[in-house]
């Protein structure tokens, strides 16, 4: 993703310049490689995107371009770039002269480095690396068979300069392995599932350190630029945190300080309370009151300062799924295909659930990214009745899998790095052909500062919970906050929250932005750091709990596939 965002800013610069304004404008050539495709085809490619029911995960890429040979013995080879201007993924389709065709899915190991097709009567992909130009051929020799049939992830073909992206299995607890079981094979067993979820689960990680104090409290000094949230009370508390912190008092911090993680540049650390909220934080109205037992559970919270960091998103191997979800009904469903773009499966592509090897050595952390797509949609209020229910959008390497629909909260990427939280616009074609990665979930917690205009809906704001619509459970959310022209990304961690003491939170710790990421169990509110000792990964885990996600002791989302979706920082040079 490093890769991504700073060294191909020159091809975006061209369809950034071309698009901007319209997905019709002229559009010169990139200079190598597979580029756009001409102004004629693209706009016929944006009516597939905006048709009512796109029916493929092409049709849904209004930048797809081809290159086409035919080989002597009659086999055809096709290479398409699903997004030129991002140039990350490629679909390989062979096709003998007798025989069936086989689609194949790469990944460019160096976003910077151009790929083309060559044809004639013995047709090579052309890798063009700062003007010097190699052939490859990686379907002679058994080289794209061999890669094909490995275990790997990501199998390293025409050396090392591409991926072959293989399907696997993604790593799930029993829980989890548990609660899809049920939902799959057992009649009402959603149903079942939130029935275990309010009996069992509500409260079920709820952590107070409240009361501690020390005996002769330290001058505990936070990170300056950072401040201290809007608090009325601020006692010394001993949090259950998993990662070493600079210039605590053994342990012990000021609620809503910040502390910098110890060997972790530019990533930083606090912990509160929603009881401890300033008055004057509650005059904004938007939320509904706190409990006694909101107000007294502890709220973990990381900070990273975006300008050492690059983030970027990964899907699953399972999750979020592309398929309908349940929950829609009626005007809510289009009836015309088994997903609402038309589609359930994301062939040719595969979702393989970890990071790349090209950045193991760069990452810095990650945490999961939403909702599955069975619970990532409107069952309940106006939102399930248009626009299919506005299943939750994603898109990654500039491929879009799930369109995004306008309103809803979006944390995204664009092409030059910038890292961008809010409401989706209604005409996002100025902002679309710059998009290199998103996720929406739900609605705003915080807009321009306030609780947002659905938190105290439950049904409106699609907040799930038990069955029962009891809205405190485990969550986790993010925002974004901008101090003196700096940006912030915060992760946070609510042992047992609601929307409104979310917004609260967030809204003392003046973000700008913030929404809801996933919820109810510590392996869907997963966040850990990596620290390298020599050598030698290490992972530090926001809550200790949150390593039972961890297979065998490899790191999640990083060393192993995961069924689930998920966000990574990586450090930047």
Known sequence: MLRLMTLCLARFAVLAAALSVSFLAPLPALAQGLG???PARI??????????????VLALN????DQEARAADGTTYRLTSVNPGVNSWFVLDITPASGAARSYHLENADPATALSLRGGDAPALVIDRDGMAADCAPWQGGELDAAAASDLPFAPVCDWALFLRNP?????TT?????????????????????????????????????????????????????????????????AMGFDLDGTDGGAMTAGAWYAVTDAPGVYASVMQPGMIAREVFDAPGANGLDGVENRADVYLVAFDMAQFDIGYELGTDHPALGWSPRPSGAGRHYQGPGPDGFDRPAPMVFNGMVSPEIYETVAATFTGGF???????????????????????????????RLWPNLATLYVLEDGTVGMGSWPEDDSAILPRLVMARQNGVALIENGVPGDRVTSWGGGNWSGSAEANLRTLRGGACMRTVEGRQFLVYAYFSSA?????ARTF???????????????????????????????QTRHLVSGMAGADPDGAARFVEAPDNRDFFYLVRRD
């Not at 949609?377 to 299943?391: E, K, L, P, S």
Request: proline content about 4%; charged content about 20%; hydrophobic content about 40%.
């Open 175 to 239: 829980r989890e392995a548990v609660s899809q079981f049920l939902r799959d094979n057992v009649v009402f067993g959603d149903s079942i599932v939130n029935m275990i979820k309010g009996a069992f689960f509500e409260d079920a990680f709820m952590v107070s350190s409240e009361g501690f104090e020390a005996e002769a409290e330290a001058e505990i000094d936070g990170v300056d630029i950072l401040g201290s949230a809007l608090l009325s009370s601020t006692p010394s508390m001993r949090p």
């Open 168 to 172: 696997v299995r993604g790593n799930r």
């Open 372 to 402: 599955k797509r069975e619970h990532g949609a409107w069952r309940f209020g106006d939102y399930a009745t248009f626009n299919w229910g506005n299943h939750y959008g994603f898109m990654t390497h500039g491929v879009l899998f799930s």
């Open 507 to 537: 809204q003392a710790y003046q973000c700008d932005y913030a929404m809801l990421l996933d919820m109810n169990s510590q392996e869907l509110a997963y966040m850990a750091l990596y620290i390298r000792d020599g050598g030698d990964l």
């Open 36 to 38: 756009l495709p001409d």
């Open 43 to 56: 706009e016929a490619q944006v009516l597939q995107l905006r048709a009512d029911v796109p029916g493929s």
């Open 62 to 65: 209004p930048f797809r371009n």
């Open 498 to 502: 609601t929307p409104s003491g979310m």
